[in-house]
């Protein structure tokens, strides 16, 4: 069973390489990505954010954020599983752990921002609610054609 927790400074290494991992693999690495998977305590943190790890038999191998947007929303952004691990349902545990977190935090809406290749990703958001709204302006993703939204808490 996968469980999660704060991120440390000592999961700085496996919170850039989930990521980059996959970033490499499917897309053109952005600058906002490097910015932000080399400073989550600046990028994410220190806003009010939070980063958590997922583990599994002693291992690291999932992680996700939550970083705070100017209109009271949270972005869940950089969600990865290793590859290794991927098919095992791991997307499902880290979606109802961060809704469930969500509500107790009293987080009103969580977006983000993806990509229509990412199909088991849209499937995922899909399946736990979210809906497809208009990109904003401030989209800080190039790769970016598709922004989703779910309310957790009516304001």
């Known amino acids: 069973m996968i469980t999660?927790?704060?991120?440390?400074?000592?999961?700085?290494?496996?919170?850039?390489?989930?990521?980059?991992?996959?970033?490499k693999e499917l897309f053109l690495l952005e600058p906002y990505d490097e910015f932000v998977l080399s400073n989550p305590k600046s990028a994410i943190l220190d806003k009010g954010g939070y980063i958590f790890m997922g583990k599994f038999k002693g291992k690291i191998v999932a992680t996700f954020a939550l970083t705070p947007c100017n209109d009271g929303a949270y972005e869940l952004n950089k969600m990865a599983v290793h590859e290794t691990f991927r098919g095992k349902g791991f997307g499902n545990k880290i979606m109802e752990f961060l809704i469930?977190?969500?509500?107790?935090?009293?987080?009103?809406?969580?977006?983000?921002?993806?990509?229509?290749?990412?199909?088991?990703?849209?499937?995922?958001?899909?399946?736990?609610?979210?809906?497809?709204?208009?990109?904003?302006?401030?989209?800080p993703y190039q790769r970016c054609d598709i922004k989703m939204s779910q309310t957790l808490n009516e304001l």
Do not use: R
């Open 100 to 139: 469930q977190f969500g509500i107790e935090k009293n987080i009103n809406v969580i977006e983000l921002y993806s990509n229509k290749k990412l199909e088991n990703a849209i499937h995922l958001y899909l399946k736990y609610g979210f809906v497809e709204v208009e990109i904003s302006e401030d989209n």
């Open 4 to 23: 999660f927790h704060p991120y440390t400074k000592s999961n700085k290494e496996d919170f850039y390489n989930l990521n980059i991992s996959w970033l």
